[in-house]
């Protein structure tokens, strides 16, 4: 990995940036009957991109174009290699009081263009509205359009009411064997309230269904492509009672049971303990930070097969540990999942790891 930067003042720039990898994964065998094995691979990848961008002002307000060409290279011992071009544009504009952009990128792969365009503003201190609009082609002649919008109306200052909507038109030939256009909408509305010792969000979702079909080897474990539609009431929280000590999580549950991978009282609980050590050093140079993370559902769906019959999803409850350790910018973690050793599956056939670990460094380097 390397980037290179020139930025002859703050309202201009340029960077170069590349980055390669390569490395050796093994071959996956399902533990449960009926599988298919993930074969090993031997996979090479680079990447090669050039960013630049203008500026009429250096605090973020006013006219800006940025802009980016790039390249990407991909291939294994199975015979696979791929690569891939893009060029890619955005012209925004911020006020103090609204906001506008426009974009577009240019492919040589599956999805060879993309525009769209945002708008936000808050002609009131208590109002907030928000829309967008999106344009992609496929190959084989499918495409995608997608119109958004979302409000919020804060109350008080501790309470506010949000909502958003989006409409979509598909019509992904390449993916979808029918070929058929489909018309999807999706909305939310609910209620935020934020304290300094407790904050929630109560909403109500609601999506659409559409053909959804799974990708590559999970094709052969998940031939169903329909998504069933759904309307489901989440609530997120979060209480810390004291600096050093917070409980968060979420509760989600869907009106049915026959979403693929949304399965019923679907919930985290986390339990975090913090300490920064201060005043001796200044904020942020040394933190300790340990959490122990409840995650349960219900029995589910997880897709569907040849026939179009449902294959179930079954419930468990996994518990989870998290450890993080700040020096400075080095950052120590290790992470410790499904410690109770259960057996379970999101993808039929496939048996998810148990007391699986991850530690490690990553360092944060800043100019």
């Known amino acids: 990995w390397g980037k290179l930067t020139w930025m002859p003042s703050e309202r201009a720039g340029v960077e170069l940036q590349a980055n390669a990898y390569t490395f050796d994964a093994e071959t996956i065998t399902p533990l449960g009957t009926g599988g298919v094995p993930i074969p090993g691979r031997h996979p090479h990848r680079s990447d090669l991109f050039v960013r630049a961008f203008t500026a009429t002002r250096a605090d973020g307000l006013g006219l800006r174009f940025d802009a980016l060409l790039g390249s990407s290279t991909y291939g294994d011992t199975s015979g696979l290699q791929q690569a891939e071009g893009q060029a890619a544009f955005t012209l925004s504009y911020r006020g103090s009081r609204w906001s506008a952009e426009g974009w577009g990128r240019l492919r040589d792969g599956t999805s060879p263009f993309e525009a769209g365009t945002r708008l936000a503003l ?117 209480f810390q009672p004291r600096p050093w000590f917070s409980i968060s999580g979420w509760f989600r549950q869907p009106s049915t049971d026959s979403v693929q991978f949304d399965p019923p009282r679907h919930s985290i609980t986390r339990f975090t303990f913090r300490s920064m050590f201060l005043p001796h050093f200044r904020r942020g140079a040394f ?81």
């Open 122 to 238: 808050s002609p009131l201190r208590m109002l907030t509205l928000s829309g967008s609009a999106r344009e992609r082609t496929v190959l084989g002649g499918g495409d995608m359009q997608e119109v958004t919008s979302a409000a919020e109306v804060r109350l008080l200052p501790w309470v506010a009411l949000h909502g958003d909507l989006r409409w979509r038109r598909l019509n992904d030939s390449l993916f979808v064997a029918s070929d058929s256009t489909e018309t999807v909408l999706d909305w939310s509305a609910g209620l935020g309230v934020t304290g300094r010792v407790f904050s929630f969000d109560a909403s109500l979702t609601r999506r659409g269904d559409f053909s959804a079909p799974a990708f590559g080897l999970f094709r052969a474990q998940l031939p169903g492509t329909l998504t069933a539609g759904a309307t489901a009431p989440q609530v997120s929280y979060r």
């Open 287 to 367: 933190d300790l930070q340990a959490t122990f993370e409840f995650e349960g559902w219900g029995s589910g769906v997880a897709g569907r097969d040849a026939a179009g019959a449902p294959i179930a999803l079954a419930g468990h409850t996994v518990l989870n540990f998290y450890l993080q350790f700040r020096l400075v910018g080095a950052l120590i973690y290790w992470s410790l999942r499904n410690t109770q050793l259960i057996h379970y599956e999101d993808l039929p056939g496939f048996t998810l790891p148990r007391n699986l670990q991850r530690f490690g460094i990553r360092w944060e380097f800043t100019n």
